[in-house]
């Protein structure tokens, strides 16, 4: 969803008649609200089968003019269904992915070999005479006031004479686990690097105890995110990310927040940072667990000194 918020931002502002709705997943949704682009967010739960005959009547009565297919890289028979359910004059997708068929207007796809997610949904605001630039196409969230007050509060006072350091621990999949260790050693390697840091380690909820246990050894403080928001919230407050998480990678790129971020070797070239300063580390072994630290604090540095010490939150 954060990556294709450049796309669906420039097609909504390519004329000034189009309204623009969101299909979105349960999970996703909320990671749009703000968006002053985006009229309606229909939430949809593709693994609840009783969701889907509303989910169809819905997107009938909404009568479309055009839908877009934003599954780019993997089809989806669920969004086929529900872009044929939406009855629109104009299906838009990628031309050349084996379901050409299902659509009645397609656009080429961007060639390049190892191009960023970013850029490969960025073709699709061409079906609205867009020519999408890099500024474009650059993924882009908000956060309310309430969110930015919440997220100064979670930060403390203390924030305000140092810079603000914060740590992801967690990742979707188990091949993506850092030893704790090691984001104990980053820590303290920050500490090094700014003695008046604050530092926030977020997790998933799930690893509550593992999150806590990391702050406390490395110095720092875990921070509560029981909502994605919160998490958002954290990132576009902070001046340094470190994670090995795409979602929490793509939020360091729409807030422009200095990052650096652990990947497989497989998934850095369309997922990592794109638009921000920051530093992906690539690792070429099966799992993250064999990845050596001083890689890890030699990106470190060379981010700070490029652009943490020019910026604040």
Aim: net charge neutral; with cysteine; aromatic share 6%.
């Amino acid at each position: 969803m954060i990556v294709s918020t450049g796309v669906m931002r420039a097609i909504a502002h390519s004329h000034s008649t189009i309204t623009l709705d969101v299909l979105a997943s349960p999970a996703n949704a909320s990671i749009i609200d703000g968006a002053d682009y985006v009229d309606h967010v229909l939430v949809f739960d593709k693994k609840r089968l009783s969701s889907y005959l509303p989910a169809f009547i819905r997107l009938r009565r909404a009568r479309y003019d055009a839908v877009v297919d934003c599954m780019v890289t993997a089809p989806s028979v669920t969004t086929l269904l529900l872009i044929f359910a939406s009855g629109a004059r104009y299906r838009i997708g990628i031309a050349g992915r084996g379901n050409d068929a299902a659509f009645n207007l397609t656009v080429p796809p961007d060639a390049r070999p190892g191009a960023h997610m970013v850029d490969l949904l960025a073709p699709l605001a061409a079906a609205f005479d867009v020519d999408a630039t890099s500024v474009e196409r650059q993924p882009m969230l908000q956060i309310s006031t309430a969110e930015r007050d919440r997220a100064e509060s979670v930060w403390g006072a203390r924030a305000t004479r140092g810079r603000r350091g914060l740590i992801n621990v967690s990742a979707g999949s188990s091949e993506r686990v850092w030893p704790d260790e090691n984001y104990v050693t980053v820590m303290r390697h920050l500490r090094a690097l700014d003695a008046e840091i604050t530092l926030r380690v977020i997790g998933a909820p799930a690893e509550a105890d593992r999150t806590a246990r990391i702050a406390r050894d490395g110095g720092g403080v875990a921070a509560r995110t029981p909502g994605i928001r919160d998490a958002l919230s954290l990132v576009a407050t902070a001046d340094f990310v470190f994670t090995p998480d795409t979602s929490i990678t793509h939020a360091a790129s729409a807030f422009r927040t200095s990052a650096v971020a652990i990947f497989l070797s497989d998934k850095v070239e369309r997922w990592g940072l794109y638009g921000t300063a920051g530093e992906n580390v690539q690792h070429s072994g099966p799992t993250l667990a064999t990845l050596g630290v001083d890689r890890v604090l030699a990106a470190i540095d060379r981010v700070w000194n490029h652009a943490v010490l020019s910026r604040r939150a």
